[in-house]
């Protein structure tokens, strides 16, 4: 057991677990509902042209879930006959128009469904174009990974938003596996499926690949198939079970599966920052990905900005000056004086739209507009490690407070030291402080339910935002807590923490300020005590 020292021991509510910017315009202010194809395909034609190759009797995946899958049951079933010249080209078209719509509802609804039900590569290469036509578009590249976390405090109620950059392109983004606690990343390689500039997005940095597939896309890319591996430097048939995979636009090749899984989770790991704690591998304590994002002073660009129909001053230079005075404040006895804000207050400045324009085109144009604006006014963006922009509520923006999680921008529509701290937290890379509620049994401990955003002892959970420190995982995370404060627990024992929600000069060096232990293989918890009541 352990035996806790000052305050109240509670549990981080952040667990770890193993192995695993910008926002763009595209971010609307509230997920959509699920969106389907807007057209229909054109008049039917008539006749039939047989491919100029068979399909593999793989080529679909199977075990579909029954009713729900029926339109890409059917279009796989039309695929097969149609291999066998026994089925339409117009009867194609019109089961290809509703496999597509199915697929989109897919990709918003279960988007790992939609990436595993995906046109394989044969299909298409050899049905015709005026069925391929309306397949999902096979998205690679290098890009932006976007996520903001929208919250209404009034109503304790968040949002998560996700969208991807890969060139010009934008697209709001549906996730699965690894990526849904994943943070903002930019330069990384990304996959997936998408219609309407909507895409699933694939969890793994590398897509493997058939070697016919793998051929084609080098020979897209102007380059033949090199089958070296890219581990052992050995031919890719050396062992008999070459691996040929795609990572942003890039083909790669390995002599094995245990090659291509080991860069994997090696790319895998790089993206997601997630440290160990001493020599125990006990996850996601020990430090952030970049200290630099964390630590030292940050210069902050306070930007306020009003409409053309609403020239209402969201808050006054003096009172924005003063806020952030005060989250400041918080910031450095929370960082235990290891990061601190200094802040420019720009003038105020007026948007080139009306607040209608902007509940349609969302939040992400919002901030171009004002970093935009703010800089014709002589504070330029780009000159500061953190950004704000502070405005009057826009119908449609049900959010009091919008922020990346871990990068840079944050919106606000409610003024307070209390919102401003706990956004900027989303910027430092920190997700939402849940509780984890046992109410539903009679033990108090085991079996219960995680409640988003419901830890009342933390500025990113439900407390009085700016009164209560970050708990000591997500401290850990930020690597302001570090390893010689963290007690690693391997064996059973009794052990004292203190509170860490203390001031820098009251620590003594060699107490512990918080456990760790490892719960299974794959996920890991971190303890800590609040001394706050």
Same mark, same amino acid.
């Given at each position: 057991?352990?035996?806790?020292?000052?305050?109240?021991?509670?549990?981080?509510?952040?667990?770890?677990?193993?192995?695993?910017?910008?926002?763009?315009?595209?971010?609307?202010?509230?997920?959509?509902?699920?969106?389907?194809?807007?057209?229909?395909?054109?008049?039917?034609?008539?006749?039939?042209?047989?491919?100029?190759?068979?399909?593999?009797?793989?080529?679909?995946?199977?075990?579909?879930?029954?009713?729900?899958?029926?339109?890409?049951?059917?279009?796989?079933?039309?695929?097969?006959?149609?291999?066998?010249?026994?089925?339409?080209?117009?009867?194609?078209?019109?089961?290809?128009?509703?496999?597509?719509?199915?697929?989109?509802?897919?990709?918003?609804?279960?988007?790992?469904?939609?990436?595993?039900?995906?046109?394989?590569?044969?299909?298409?290469?050899?049905?015709?174009?005026?069925?391929?036509?309306?397949?999902?578009?096979?998205?690679?590249?290098?890009?932006?990974?976007?996520?903001?976390?929208?919250?209404?405090?009034?109503?304790?109620?968040?949002?998560?938003?996700?969208?991807?950059?890969?060139?010009?392109?934008?697209?709001?983004?549906?996730?699965?596996?690894?990526?849904?606690?994943?943070?903002?990343?930019?330069?990384?390689?990304?996959?997936?499926?998408?219609?309407?500039?909507?895409?699933?997005?694939?969890?793994?940095?590398?897509?493997?690949?058939?070697?016919?597939?793998?051929?084609?896309?080098?020979?897209?890319?102007?380059?033949?198939?090199?089958?070296?591996?890219?581990?052992?430097?050995?031919?890719?048939?050396?062992?008999?079970?070459?691996?040929?995979?795609?990572?942003?636009?890039?083909?790669?090749?390995?002599?094995?599966?245990?090659?291509?899984?080991?860069?994997?989770?090696?790319?895998?790991?790089?993206?997601?920052?997630?440290?160990? +704690? $001493?020599?125990?591998?006990?996850? %996601?304590?020990? #430090?952030?990905?970049?200290? !630099?994002?964390?630590? *030292?002073?940050? &210069?902050?660009?306070?930007?306020?900005?009003?409409?053309?129909?609403?020239?209402?001053?969201?808050?006054?230079?003096?009172?924005?000056?003063?806020?952030?005075?005060?989250?400041?404040?918080?910031?450095?006895?929370?960082?235990?004086?290891?990061?601190?804000?200094?802040?420019?207050?720009?003038?105020?400045?007026?948007?080139?739209?009306?607040?209608?324009?902007?509940?349609?085109?969302?939040?992400?144009?919002?901030?171009?507009?004002?970093?935009?604006?703010?800089?014709?006014?002589?504070?330029?963006?780009?000159?500061?490690?953190?950004?704000?922009?502070?405005?009057?509520?826009?119908?449609?923006?049900? +959010? $009091?407070?919008?922020?990346?999680? %871990?990068?840079? #921008?944050?919106?606000?529509? !409610?003024?307070?030291? *209390?919102?401003? &701290?706990?956004?900027?937290?989303?910027?430092?890379?920190?997700?939402?402080?849940?509780?984890?509620?046992?109410?539903?049994?009679?033990?108090?401990?085991?079996?219960?339910?995680?409640?988003?955003?419901?830890?009342?002892?933390?500025?990113?959970?439900?407390?009085?935002?700016?009164?209560?420190?970050?708990?000591?995982?997500?401290?850990?995370?930020?690597?302001?807590?570090?390893?010689?404060?963290?007690?690693?627990?391997?064996?059973?024992?009794?052990?004292?923490?203190?509170?860490?929600?203390?001031?820098?000069?009251?620590?003594?060096?060699?107490?512990?300020?918080?456990?760790?232990?490892?719960?299974?293989?794959?996920?890991?918890?971190?303890? %800590?005590?609040? #001394?706050?009541?």
């Amino acid at each position: 057991m352990l035996a806790a020292g000052l305050g109240v021991l509670v549990l981080a509510g952040l667990c770890f677990r193993r192995g695993g910017s910008h926002l763009g315009a595209v971010i609307s202010a509230t997920t959509p509902e699920i969106q389907t194809p807007s057209a229909p395909p054109s008049a039917p034609l008539t006749g039939q042209t047989s491919p100029s190759a068979p399909l593999p009797n793989n080529a679909w995946p199977t075990n579909p879930a029954p009713a729900a899958a029926e339109p890409l049951l059917a279009f796989a079933r039309w695929a097969e006959q149609f291999t066998n010249s026994v089925a339409s080209l117009a009867q194609g078209e019109r089961l290809a128009w509703k496999r597509r719509v199915k697929m989109s509802e897919l990709i918003q609804s279960d988007p790992a469904q939609a990436v595993a039900r995906a046109a394989p590569f044969a299909w298409r290469q050899t049905l015709p174009p005026e069925v391929t036509r309306w397949f999902e578009e096979q998205v690679d590249g290098k890009g932006d990974f976007n996520v903001a976390i929208a919250t209404d405090f009034e109503r304790g109620q968040s949002e998560v938003l996700r969208s991807v950059q890969l060139g010009a392109t934008s697209y709001q983004a549906f996730v699965y596996g690894r990526r849904i606690s994943q943070t903002c990343q930019t330069g990384i390689p990304l996959h997936g499926i998408a219609l309407e500039g909507k895409m699933a997005v694939q969890p793994d940095p590398l897509r493997v690949l058939t070697e016919a597939e793998a051929a084609t896309l080098a020979r897209k890319h102007g380059r033949s198939l090199a089958e070296i591996c890219g581990v052992s430097g050995r031919p890719a048939q050396s062992r008999g079970h070459p691996v040929f995979v795609e990572s942003g636009g890039a083909v790669i090749c390995f002599c094995g599966v245990d090659h291509f899984d080991l860069v994997n989770r090696q790319r895998a790991l790089a993206e997601s920052g997630t440290g160990a +704690f $001493g020599d125990t591998g006990v996850a %996601g304590v020990g #430090g952030a990905i970049n200290d !630099s994002w964390t630590h *030292g002073p940050k &210069a902050l660009l306070y930007m306020r900005v009003n409409f053309p129909d609403d020239l209402t001053e969201p808050i006054s230079e003096t009172d924005a000056f003063a806020l952030m005075n005060g989250v400041n404040d918080y910031y450095v006895d929370n960082a235990y004086d290891l990061t601190s804000l200094d802040t420019t207050v720009a003038p105020l400045v007026t948007l080139p739209q009306p607040k209608a324009a902007y509940a349609t085109f969302g939040p992400g144009q919002l901030l171009t507009d004002a970093r935009e604006a703010t800089r014709l006014a002589g504070y330029d963006t780009a000159n500061y490690d953190r950004d704000i922009v502070a405005f009057t509520p826009v119908p449609g923006f049900s +959010f $009091g407070g919008l922020a990346y999680v %871990g990068g840079k #921008g944050v919106w606000l529509q !409610s003024m307070g030291v *209390g919102v401003a &701290a706990h956004e900027l937290g989303h910027n430092y890379g920190l997700w939402h402080a849940n509780y984890w509620d046992t109410t539903t049994n009679s033990s108090g401990t085991g079996p219960g339910i995680n409640l988003e955003y419901g830890n009342i002892y933390d500025t990113m959970g439900a407390a009085g935002a700016g009164a209560y420190h970050f708990n000591a995982a997500h401290k850990s995370k930020l690597d302001w807590l570090k390893a010689d404060a963290v007690q690693v627990i391997t064996t059973n024992g009794a052990l004292r923490i203190y509170p860490f929600d203390v001031l820098d000069w009251s620590r003594v060096p060699g107490r512990c300020y918080a456990a760790a232990v490892q719960k299974d293989w794959v996920t890991d918890s971190i303890s %800590g005590v609040f #001394g706050k009541k």
